[in-house]
T-cell receptor, first 114, second 115 residues
Framework: AQTVTQSQPEMSVQEAETVTLSCTYDTSENNYYLFWYKQPPSRQMILVIRQEAYKQQNATENRFSVNFQKAAKSFSLKISDSQLGDTAMYFC???????????FGKGTSLLVTP | GAGVSQSPSNKVTEKGKDVELRCDPI?????LYWYRQSLGQGLEFLIYFQGNSAPDKSGLPSDRFSAERTGGSVSTLTIQRTQQEDSAVYLCASSLGQGALNEQYFGPGTRLTVT
């Protein structure tokens, strides 16, 4: 079984600044993946970034990067040069290759202000 | 190409009525998932279909919930005798195969309101 915890229900950041969203997880799997999804008001879940647990290098996708601390079971998302379009709910999720369903945290609502 | 589509976008129903929610996955995706997103909560797994295999129904909250997938494509989630606690956004996702290696693509969801 896997559990995912997001301890920040809401966050706010000014445009062009950097913000970090926190996520911790617990899993008994050895081969697992971690994800950050973005859900704007349109409700469409969009994959932002993915990290394979066996890779030590932190994943990056343009302005989005993660800090993956495997021993601490921590997986934070850093958004650089925040844009108004980044305003959304962000969900951290964990999944394994032996399973199928993703386990999601409760989400962090991010507001980017001008 | 076309993404995952869901219908209706919004559904308001009276307590005790049955509802059907539809999901059209991405063509060629053999895996299909239903999740429920209640207010202030993350996504809760409901049911999983993979090809012609028997579905995993372990996440269905009660026997009022059922789902089917016809011809390995379109899926319908049915909620019988709806209750107010069934109010939520129901999200469908599809992927090329089983396992987290395969990215799950989500539809826009159906917002169900039970009055």
């Amino acid at each position: 079984a896997q559990t995912v915890t997001q301890s920040q229900p809401e966050m706010s950041v000014q445009e062009a600044e950097t913000v970090t969203l926190s996520c911790t997880y617990d899993t008994s799997e050895n081969n697992y993946y971690l994800f950050w999804y973005k859900q704007p008001p349109s409700r469409q879940m969009i994959l932002v970034i993915r990290q394979e647990a066996y890779k030590q290098q932190n994943a990056t996708e343009n302005r989005f990067s993660v800090n993956f601390q495997k021993a601490a079971k921590s997986f934070s998302l850093k958004i650089s040069d925040s844009q108004l379009g980044d305003t959304a709910m962000y969900f951290c999720a964990c999944g394994s290759n032996s399973g199928y369903a993703l386990n999601f945290g409760k989400g962090t609502s991010l507001l980017v202000t001008p | 190409g076309a993404g995952v589509s869901q219908s209706p976008s919004n559904k308001v129903t009276e307590k005790g009525k049955d509802v059907e929610l539809r999901c059209d996955p991405i063509s060629g995706h053999t895996a299909l998932y239903w999740y429920r997103q209640s207010l202030g909560q993350g996504l809760e797994f409901l049911i999983y279909f993979q090809g012609n295999s028997a579905p995993d129904k372990s996440g269905l909250p009660s026997d009022r919930f059922s789902a089917e997938r016809t011809g390995g494509s379109v899926s319908t989630l049915t909620i019988q005798r709806t209750q107010q606690e069934d109010s939520a956004v129901y999200l469908c996702a599809s992927s090329l195969g089983q396992g987290a290696l395969n990215e799950q693509y989500f539809g826009p969801g159906t917002r169900l309101t039970v009055t």
